[in-house]
């Protein structure tokens, strides 16, 4: 009944168009403090400073300091001229084949997942330099917004990840290991969008093809080389046990600074305050929400749902890999009507203590979870990177809507090929850590 | 602009200034953390400090991304009610807002006087000090939605 009021409450705060972390905290606060939720016996002051500890205790964590350093690092990359860079020097390598450039803004994208840690900023980097530079080639318009916010969403599967630092912080789950589950996954995402946008172009005739050349290849090595660097540095840390996953956000940082500023000279000082606010603001929107969960999430807890889906799912009697199919098809529904990172931290609690029943261990269904929810970044009504394309392209929605279900489509193969091959997302951790 | 709107808009200013100032001493204290811990001398407080850092950004930071989101005006399926309708279904979401944060704001500073009884693990601070953000930071919230409110109720003010 409470949980039942308090998601009713969630959802019509959302729909009324309440910002997430106070549709989210507002029923979660009101049913902690009304009459007759708790027992008599406990005291309204009492109930109030629990919900200072836990706004406090839902952020107060040095793995979740990595939010905004990866943000950070991704707005300074994204300033600093990285984009041409890495799209010339993919182009390079892949414009030979049909649908050249294509395949060269998701090797592009890939590499700049290897610094920065969100699927929003991956898109708006590369959707600036690469929308019009597609469209230049003969490409559509609503394709080249489609594949860019597509290839966007690899920016939260290939690691550093934002989703999957606050999936590790939720669970005590390595967030390195998650990192390393997620390289693999991403690869093949990277790799079926390449392999999507070839056939479409090569059906379609979109783009042209450039003549392979080894010089090429070397002088946009040269320049784009620092750029290269940063995901080496960034995964090498942390995958080589070098430095934690905060510090090689904060190594990020200066690392970005240095090719911006002193390699590149396309960021000057004076535009560090804003930048510094910028990221720290989303930053803030996504803490927020952590500490506005908490409290949600604790009040979920008490009424003991995770022990009432248990027996829910037990009663269907179901194999786990029926069990898996069911709450990734959930996972799906969820991530096309709220926002993926609220998706994520209001799930986590209630879903990671089911793994036993999936058939999978907990790092395995954290990167399954922030795949699935990668895959509603690309979905309306609230797909994070289907609008920022948008925004950039200048589209309306339902044109690049439309244009990017070849894409939704080849990412679902893709989950389903990671949620019953567990080699995929659990091989590469295992060499690494065990 | 009514007075409460220029106090809002100062106030923001006021935060966006503090969250580059916090935002930069977090990337100095954690590099200085690896290159400490490198050099053979880790750092005992670098941690605690940047957590509390953490916990300044979270809830200052998310004052200036309301301030930014300006709630004035229904979005979601809300958009389509009548005017004078959205208004009143606004206006009854601000109280809540209010509300929320008046209490977040009275228990807050209730517990961060109760905290004084505490000292962090490393500095040896009051764990006042870090939990007081929390009741600031809903002060803050209480003035940006006040001067919402007072564009709701008058939005043929241009200023507003």
């Known amino acids: 009944m409470i949980v039942g009021l308090l998601f009713a409450g969630l959802f019509l ?265 910028e990221s720290q603001v989303i930053a803030a929107t996504i803490l927020f929400i952590i500490a506005m969960a908490k409290v949600f999430t604790w009040l979920v807890a008490m009424q003991q749902t995770t022990t009432m889906i248990q027996g829910a799912l037990a009663a269907l009697a179901l194999p786990p890999a029926g069990v898996l199919l069911l709450v990734m098809l959930a996972l799906l529904v969820i991530g096309c009507v709220i926002e993926t990172t609220a998706a994520l931290i209001l799930l986590v609690p209630v879903l990671a203590p089911l793994t036993g029943m999936m058939g999978v261990d907990a790092m395995h269904f954290g990167v399954l979870m922030v795949v699935n929810l990668a895959i509603g970044m690309l979905t309306p009504p609230v797909g994070i990177c289907l609008f920022v394309a948008c925004g950039v392209a200048k589209l309306p929605l339902g044109e690049v809507g439309r244009a990017i279900l070849p894409f939704v489509g080849t990412a679902l193969a893709v989950l389903m090929v990671a949620s019953y091959w567990s080699p995929l997302i659990t091989w590469l951790p295992g060499l690494i850590y065990r | 602009m009514s007075a409460l709107q220029r106090a809002s808009q100062r106030l923001n200013a006021l935060m966006e200034k503090l969250l580059i100032v916090i935002g930069a001493a977090i990337c100095l204290i954690l590099f200085a953390q690896v290159a400490f811990r490198y050099a053979g001398a880790s750092l005992g407080w670098s941690e605690e400090v940047a957590r509390h850092l953490l916990v300044a950004i979270t809830f200052l930071g998310g004052t200036v991304a309301y301030k930014r989101a300006s709630f004035i005006g229904l979005r979601g399926f809300g958009h389509r009610f009548g005017a004078g309708f959205q208004r009143a279904v606004v206006l009854a979401l601000q109280w809540l807002t209010l509300a929320c944060f008046a209490l977040i704001a009275w228990f807050g500073a209730v517990y961060a006087v109760k905290a004084a009884e505490h000292s962090s693990a490393s500095l040896q601070i009051p764990m006042s000090i870090p939990y007081a953000v929390i009741p600031l930071a809903a002060l803050v919230f209480i003035v940006h939605v006040l001067a919402d409110m007072g564009a709701t109720r008058r939005p043929q003010d241009p200023a507003g």
């Open chain 1, 13 to 277: 705060l959302i729909a009324l168009g309440l910002p997430i972390a106070l549709a989210i905290g507002l029923p979660a606060i009101g049913m902690i403090l009304a009459p007759g939720v708790f027992p008599p016996g406990v005291d309204t002051a009492g109930l109030g400073q629990t919900i200072i500890q836990l706004l406090f205790a839902g952020v107060d964590s040095f793995d979740l300091l990595a939010v905004p350093l990866f943000m950070l690092a991704g707005s300074i990359m994204e300033r600093g001229g990285i984009s041409r860079q890495l799209i010339d020097f993919s182009n390079s390598l892949v414009g030979w084949m049909p649908g050249g450039l294509a395949c060269a803004v998701v090797v592009a994208s890939m590499f700049f997942a290897g610094i920065s840690g969100s699927a929003a900023a991956d898109t708006a980097a590369m959707g600036a330099v690469a929308i019009p530079a597609m469209v230049r080639q003969g490409y559509p318009a609503a394709f080249s917004a489609a594949l860019v916010a597509a290839s966007g969403a690899i920016g939260v599967i290939i690691p550093p990840s934002i989703p999957m630092v606050i999936f590790g912080f939720l669970t005590n789950v390595s967030i390195a290991e998650l990192f390393a589950g997620g390289m693999l996954v991403g690869l093949l995402f990277g790799l079926s969008f390449m392999a999507l946008s070839v056939w479409m172009s090569a059906r379609h005739g979109y783009g042209k093809r450039l003549p392979f050349s080894l010089r090429n290849v070397l002088r946009a090595l040269r320049e784009a080389i620092w750029a290269l660097g940063a995901p080496v540095i960034v995964l090498g840390g942390i995958l080589g046990g070098i430095v934690t996953v905060t510090e090689a956000a904060a190594l990020a940082v200066f690392y970005a600074l240095l090719v911006a500023m002193l390699v590149n000279r396309q960021l000057r000082w004076r535009e560090l305050p804003g930048l510094l606010v």
